[in-house]
């Protein structure tokens, strides 16, 4: 039984384990601690680690977030070279040369580091705080996407229509066209129509069979379907109110899970949406949910001062005590993150502060994350980090433990195997050399490079700005457009600055990017792609609508085309002048796993901080990209990337070198430099908790039932 297997834990050894976890369990583990970083704050630790800086996140809330600051903070730009031969010679879109204003800055020829398109128009405090607990964080549109349908969608229908071939692209290069060409300037009521008609059945084609209706924001998302074991967990969840902590190695689909029970939970409770409260350890991961820290849900400041203090500070404040009074569910993502001694201090608080003897005061809880990849850090003290699963309270609030075992994100099982010795910190003769074998450069044949993940945002910072310094061509800078009912301005700040997209990107022709957002099915946060343009949104519809006219003519050089496409453009009604002060936005071709190249004009998407009670302490719109030449770990955490290059040399951390790996979804994809098995550093204490789990599998072959049974997760918990 589930209960038992979580009961039994941690430390008594005597539950079958998991094939591939337990027949390693006793293996040989680097059992002495690592050099923890030091120091409280995130900007201290900046210099040695980037993990640091995301541990120390665990430690702030509403009042005092600037976890990420370190790694966000923009480099100065190495002045860019005038060779231009980092160009990518398949881009083959109309040039946006420097004569006729398109593709330039609309104020003219300032120095291309100054260049400022007006900023968005500022939203007013309805439009930034929406009752929005209703639409899913992670696909969250702009204010303008709730504007009557008057214009096309902004991205391509990508129909499957079959492409012409064009000579001068690999023919897996697909800009898909509108059946029926409707120009942007001249449109009729019967063309609107049809438009819209044609969407609902393309929507009604991204539906599943079972005909379940998705929400507003997630349409764009085909549902996943899945597997046993995931669905187990969430039918425990939702339907059966379980309190549970699942996990898994990285890739078996703990955040795709999360964010249905997520959504799930919503739709059970949309009449009463603050009775769900979506946190995680850190504020980056919590922006990727669309939720907010735990210290920010729980209103403790920093946390260090005993219970009853810190009860007394909640009940002084109204918002965070009807929090606690109203919650129901609490979803925590990421907890490898947060300290044993904060989650037993939580536990009480909420027994207090509700007056509810229960086990988290009857909260259910909905916990995830991987405990063999980032750990919690000191807070200062002397003390060791502690795990929550060693917290006191962790058995009786955590009523089923799942290991999740279907790895999605490499299908190669020799490499899944790889990664998960690697994982438990015991590495075969074997895997060592086939790593080591690893060494050798990616066999890349476009345009897009092997992202470089490096521990310090520095390292990150360096490397960007030196690719980017190599590419000619205009700088095109994207400010934020930030928002919410926080109105000072610096808390306001601290609180984005855990958001993935940054304040301010600037951008090039042929930059490498990482798509930060869920658009579409094969437009997924972690896609990487090329800038190939900058465009307005009614040139890009002009643009894909007479694609061919812009292509058709392999010999010519950028400059000639661009000059031909706009006097093509010209008698279909584009206009220069006035019309193309048009807002551009970034056109960036993407990288398919099957090869082929997908195009989207990349307008600002939205991040909310979001509390319970649907109040939007701050959010921020800003165009979903951000470079992508190079990546800190800590960003990549939780990305799944098709090429990946890490130099092991400079890991220190426990967890480190298993998360930079395991984001790879290939071999082929992978680059590994000075491997070193002492590099990979595995806590013996996790170790131990892992070894005395056992899978839905296992519970099933005791109970010699081949289906998963709801019944397995017993009523008499609480
Ligand atoms: N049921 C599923 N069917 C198909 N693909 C899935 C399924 N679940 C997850 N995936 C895919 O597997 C990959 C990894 O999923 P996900 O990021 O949720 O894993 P994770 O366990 O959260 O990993 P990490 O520990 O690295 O954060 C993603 O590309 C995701 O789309
Ligand atoms: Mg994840």
Not at 693 to 699: D, P, R
């Amino acid at each position: 039984m589930f209960k038992k297997a979580l009961h039994d834990h941690p430390g008594s050894g005597t539950k079958p384990l998991h094939q591939t976890d337990l027949l390693r369990a006793n293996a040989t583990v680097h059992s002495k601690s690592q050099p923890q970083s030091s120091g409280v704050k995130r900007k201290i630790e900046v210099a040695e680690s980037s993990l640091g800086s995301l541990h120390n996140a665990v430690y702030f809330d509403e009042n005092d977030f600037d976890d990420d600051l370190d790694l966000d903070e923009p480099q100065p730009l190495i002045a860019p070279s005038l060779s231009g031969s980092a160009i990518p010679k398949t881009v083959t879109y109309p040039s946006l040369d420097t004569t006729s204003g398109i593709g330039q800055s609309v104020y003219g020829n300032e120095n291309p580091t100054d260049i400022n398109y007006p900023d968005l128009p500022s939203i007013s405090q309805e439009a930034a705080a929406p009752p929005s607990s209703m639409q899913l964080p992670w696909s969250s549109s702009p204010p303008s996407h709730f504007q009557p349908p008057v214009k096309k969608p902004r991205t391509l229908p990508w129909t499957k229509e079959e492409e012409e071939p064009r000579e001068d692209k690999k023919k897996s290069f697909v800009t898909p066209k509108r059946s029926r060409p409707a120009e942007p300037w001249n449109k009729s009521e019967s063309t609107i129509k049809a438009e819209q008609k044609e969407l609902r059945q393309e929507y009604k084609k991204t539906q599943k069979p079972d005909g379940n209706a998705k929400t507003k924001d997630n349409s764009k998302i085909a549902s996943v379907f899945l597997s046993d074991e995931q669905r187990a967990v969430l039918d425990a969840v939702v339907d059966r109110g379980k309190s549970m902590f699942f996990t898994g190695s990285a890739g078996t689909g703990k955040s795709v899970l999360m964010r249905e029970i997520i959504a799930k939970l919503r739709n059970k409770y949309r009449k009463e949406p603050d009775r769900i409260a979506v946190t995680a350890s850190t504020g980056l991961a919590a922006c990727n949910i669309g939720g907010v820290t735990l210290h920010s849900f729980a209103g403790i400041g920093l946390g260090k001062e005993p219970v009853p203090e810190l009860v007394k500070k909640i009940k002084k404040n109204q918002k965070a005590r009807n929090r606690w009074l109203r919650t129901k569910v609490l979803v925590v993502d990421e907890v490898s993150m947060v300290d044993g001694d904060l989650f037993d201090k939580l536990e009480e608080i909420a027994r207090k502060i509700r007056n509810n003897g229960r086990p988290f005061g009857g909260i259910q809880l909905v916990v995830t994350g991987d405990f063999f990849q980032l750990p919690p850090v000191p807070d200062g003290s002397n003390r060791e980090a502690k795990f929550a699963f060693a917290a006191a309270s962790w058995t009786t609030c955590i009523q089923h433990t799942i290991l999740l075992t279907n790895i999605f994100r490499q299908r190669d099982p020799e490499f899944a195997d790889m990664l998960n010795e690697m994982r438990l910190g015991k590495i075969s003769p074997r895997t060592i050399e086939a790593f080591r074998r690893l060494s050798r450069p990616l066999d890349v044949k476009d345009q897009i490079e092997a992202t470089e993940l490096f521990p310090t945002r520095a390292e990150v910072d360096g490397a960007n700005s030196a690719r980017m310094g190599r590419l000619s061509g205009e700088m095109m800078r994207f400010n934020a457009v930030d928002s919410g009912t926080i109105q000072d301005p610096q808390h306001r700040d601290r609180l984005l600055a855990t958001c993935m997209a940054p304040p301010m990107i600037q951008l090039k022709k042929g930059a490498q990017v990482m798509l930060i957002k869920n658009m579409e099915d094969s437009l997924v946060n972690g896609s990487i792609g090329k800038v190939v343009a900058f465009m307005s949104e009614d040139y890009f519809d002009s643009y894909k609508e007479n694609d061919k006219n812009f292509t058709d003519d392999a010999t010519a050089s950028d400059d000639e085309r661009a000059h031909r496409a706009r006097k093509k453009l010209k008698p279909m009604g584009y206009k220069e002048g006035p019309a193309s002060m048009a807002r551009k936005w970034p056109l960036v071709s993407f990288l398919q796993p099957d090869g082929s190249e997908r195009h989207l004009l990349c307008q600002p998407e939205t991040w909310k901080i979001e509390l319970p009670n649907g109040e939007v302490q701050a959010q921020r719109q800003q165009v979903p990209l951000i470079l992508a030449w190079a990546l800190s770990i800590h960003k990549a955490q939780g990305q799944t990337l098709q090429r990946v290059k890490v130099d092991l040399g400079r890991v220190f951390e426990k967890g480190q070198a298993y998360v930079a790996l395991s984001r790879a979804v290939s071999q082929e994809g992978l680059q590994v430099t000075r491997f070193e098995p002492r590099k990979v550093m595995v806590h013996p204490k996790v170790v131990e908790f892992y070894s005395n789990l056992i899978t839905i599998t296992e519970v099933n072959k005791s109970k010699s039932s081949s289906a998963l049974n709801p019944d397995d997760f017993d009523d008499d918990d609480f």
